[in-house]
Each structure stands twice: as C-alpha cells, then as structure tokens.
C-alpha cells in the first residue's frame, strides 16, 4: 500500500516582492491559474480547503491513497532570466512502501527552453528508503527531512549554478512550479 499526501499553504512566490503565479496564495478555486493532471490508479484528493493549517486562508491538498501513478498540481511562467525566487509553506506525509511501489511528495520547479523543451528539475522531495531516484547535472533533488510545517526557499539562480551544471541558465524561457505526489517514479 502507498499513501502520500502534501499539503501547501499559502505563500508560492516567484521574484521577491512580485508574485509571479496566478492564484498563489489558493484563495480563488484551482482552476485560476492552475493545472491538474495525474495517471495510473488510486484515490486522489486534489483541493483547497480552509483547515489544513491553521491560519484563516485557504490551503491546498494533494493526496494519493493506495494507488500506483500520480497526480499533479502545476503552474507555468514564462520567464526571461534565472534571477528568480520561489518560497512555499509545506507539510509533507508519506506512508507504506516497497521496493516496488514506493510513495513520494515533492514540490518541483521544472526548466524550459525553447519549443517548450523541458531542460532539467528541482524537486524538494519527500521520500522513504525505496526511492530510486538520482540527482543529475539537470536533475537535482533536495530532500525534505521535516514533515512538520516548513517554509521553504529555494534561489533559483544559485541552485542553477550549484546543483545543475547541465542547464545554460540563459536558456531558460519558462518554469513549471508543481506540487506532485507520485509511486514508483511515475
Ligand atoms: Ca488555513
């Protein structure tokens, strides 16, 4: 059995002081701004509830339950540099797991170039000890090791020239931010 759910608040902000996603703070219905999609099999919760933490405001829920695939929650910005700051509040879970189905939650920023090519991902990932996956010069991984509520904030442009030697940050006309659970890879 797989289990996995995350759980974001309010805060998704590309550039300081400038929110660059739509419907960052979740407090108008996913479908402003945001895209869903999933495949293989399982119980999915993908919503925005008022509870999840807290504060007065909206949260958003992304779960897979006994399930083998994935489901997503995505926004993508078109950008023009890599100068870029993305921060989020989160709460991860995960449950159950083999060598074969392994539950993971992470929150990714995906690169693009032209022709929409995708040219690497960031995920902050949440996992257990059947994860498989492995970092890349395009793909780097970094790892979540509270699952208690947590603001996270990633540099995009020294992440770049940290973790992904692969990606020419000028090259870069696009990211993807997501909130994903996802088994086995999927
Ligand atoms: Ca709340």
């Known amino acids: 059995m797989c289990r996995i759910a995350v759980l974001l608040t309010v805060l998704l902000a590309l550039a300081p002081g400038q929110n660059l996603l739509v419907n960052g703070d979740f407090e108008q219905d996913l479908s402003v701004g945001w895209t869903v999609d999933s495949g293989g099999y399982g119980f999915r919760t993908l919503d925005r509830q008022l509870d999840l933490q807290p504060d007065p405001d909206y949260e958003v829920r992304c779960s897979l339950y006994s399930g083998s695939g994935y489901v997503r929650l995505s926004q993508r910005v078109e950008v023009w540099h890599p100068y870029l700051a993305l921060s989020f509040w989160a709460k ?14 992470y929150v990714g920023i995906g ?14 990932y949440y996992h257990n000890s059947y994860c498989t996956w492995t970092p890349t010069s395009t793909f780097s991984l970094i790892e979540v090791t509270n699952p208690d509520w ?26 993807r931010v997501s909130l994903a659970d996802t088994t086995a890879g999927g």
């Open 92 to 105: 991860f879970s995960i449950g159950g797991g083999s060598s074969t189905c392994w539950p993971v939650a």
């Open 111 to 124: 690169y693009f170039g032209e022709e929409d090519s995708l040219l690497g991902e960031t995920r902050i």
């Open 150 to 175: 947590t603001e996270y904030s990633i540099d995009v442009a020294e992440e770049l020239r940290t973790h992904l030697p692969g990606i020419d940050p000028g090259d870069i006309r696009a990211v």
